[in-house]
């Protein structure tokens, strides 16, 4: 199985980001073996620890798309 990870602002690709999401869905219509993952998938719980879950999950992943618009997201100290 492919696993696709998909990172941007939310707010502002919103949009964006679900056409990717939507593309991904369709490819595993039609048999391809591949599954996205994303804040959305996310269980409320992990807010708190969403960067180490984040990374954990890029670690996990074999593609990688990153949307890139004009807004910042969370900065760590």
Sequence with gaps: MA???LSSTFV????HRQ???????RLVHIGYDV???AMEAFPA??????L???????RDSDIYIGALGPR??????
């Design 3 to 5: 696993v696709v990870f």
């Design 12 to 15: 502002d690709l919103r949009a």
């Design 19 to 25: 056409k990717v999401i939507e593309a991904i869905d």
């Design 35 to 37: 599954e996205w993952r």
């Design 45 to 50: 719980s992990f807010r708190t620890k969403s």
């Design 52 to 58: 180490a879950i984040a990374l954990d999950m890029l």
């Design 72 to 77: 910042y997201g969370t900065i760590p100290p």
